[in-house]
């Protein structure tokens, strides 16, 4: 499949940060714009510096950047651009991450945050006609009782969402460490989705599953070191939101070729195709289908498969997946 044929097929993304889509062009803008010193003298520096050797050195590097992110024009901006991509890519749908602490520990109020990313969503519906939903989510790194603040703070929004995330520093922080939380979560009726089994181990996935009821797994590639898992994964149908670049960028994997995502699918997994971050990772979410397609030698019919799983991984209404299927058949 080329890369005109994949832009005119629907798809859905599941996995995607909205401050990672801060591409240079526009973090220079706003440092200018907000009076913010950056410690790089141009876009090409910027670039070199997207070279990472693990999570954390991505993480470093990301909540750097938010720091140009300080008004609701500038997370209307930065939603607008990315949901403008959507578009031109063929995403019909997308469920969008954000990191509310990440924001308030800067000052930056919750309402400020939401504001500006909800009027670019409602904006993109109208003027679009494309479907988007946003998830909050907890940074791991930070303790439970910040994360149970946050979900205080949270409350006059929660009809702008359709679920809430669990996300940043995997390794030593388990999800159980945020059990009690994630029941609050569900009290109020909102999904869960959570990043496990990316840098951290396939336990981290059970923990999510048990310890969370996580619906939806953001990462999970390394299930496969635990075949009770999988068998339960492939049971249930709990999706896993896979983001190939991103896998590459912080070394899960050496290189595409080397990814276990044909082992995924083979072994009747829900996996679906995100770009994560993809102003850092160095592609958005038709790159990451085709340059992890052609390395993994998958077929039409796969990736066709890989678009469809988007669908049925997604949180929207039935009747919306169904339409959202057919259309995709009829492409």
């Known amino acids: 499949m080329d890369f005109a044929t994949l832009k005119q097929l629907p798809k859905a993304e599941?996995?995607?940060h909205i401050e990672g889509t801060l591409e240079p062009e526009m973090l220079f803008q706003l440092a200018d714009k907000n009076q913010v010193v950056l410690p790089y003298a141009d876009i090409d520096a910027v670039r070199a510096a997207y070279q990472f050797n693990s999570l954390q050195d991505f993480l470093d590097l990301y909540y750097q950047g938010m720091s140009v992110l300080q008004t609701a024009s500038d997370f209307y901006d930065l939603t607008w651009a990315?949901?403008?991509?959507?578009?031109?890519d063929g995403v019909v749908h997308t469920?969008?991450?954000?990191?509310?602490q990440g924001h308030t520990v800067r000052g930056i109020a919750i309402d400020v945050v939401i504001d500006g990313i909800s009027r670019a969503i409602a904006q993109a519906h109208t003027q679009l006609?494309?479907?988007a939903s946003l998830i909050p989510c907890f940074l791991r790194?930070?303790?439970e009782q910040d994360a149970l603040d946050t979900w205080q703070e949270l409350q006059p929004h929660l009809a702008h969402f359709v679920?809430?995330?669990l996300d940043s520093s995997e390794l030593g922080h388990p999800p159980e460490k945020f059990e009690r939380v994630f029941a609050l979560v569900r009290d109020a009726g909102l999904k869960v989705v959570a990043h496990a089994g990316e840098e951290g181990p396939a336990a981290y996935i059970l923990g999510a599953?048990?310890?969370?009821?996580?619906?939806?797994?953001?990462?999970?590639?390394?299930?496969?070191?635990?075949?009770?898992?999988?068998?339960r994964l492939v049971a249930e149908q709990i999706p896993l939101t896979v983001c190939p670049f991103s896998n590459i960028k912080l070394k899960v994997f050496a290189d595409l070729a080397s990814s276990n995502l044909q082992a995924l699918l083979d072994a009747g997994l829900c996996v679906t195709i995100n770009s994560d971050d993809p102003a850092y990772f160095g592609g958005y979410i038709?790159?990451?289908?085709?340059?992890a397609a052609a390395a993994q030698q998958l077929n039409d019919e796969q990736i066709r498969v890989l678009l469809g799983n988007s669908f049925k991984a997604s949180f929207l209404p039935e009747e919306q997946k169904q339409a959202f299927l057919q259309q995709l058949a009829e492409c």
């Open 14 to 16: 599941l996995h995607l």
């Open 82 to 88: 990315y949901l403008e991509r959507c578009q031109a």
């Open 95 to 100: 469920e969008i991450f954000f990191d509310p």
């Open 129 to 131: 006609g494309l479907s």
């Open 141 to 143: 790194h930070l303790s």
């Open 163 to 165: 679920a809430v995330g």
């Open 209 to 231: 599953l048990d310890s969370l009821k996580a619906d939806r797994i953001d990462h999970g590639v390394r299930c496969l070191e635990d075949k009770a898992l999988v068998d």
């Open 286 to 291: 038709n790159d990451n289908i085709l340059q």
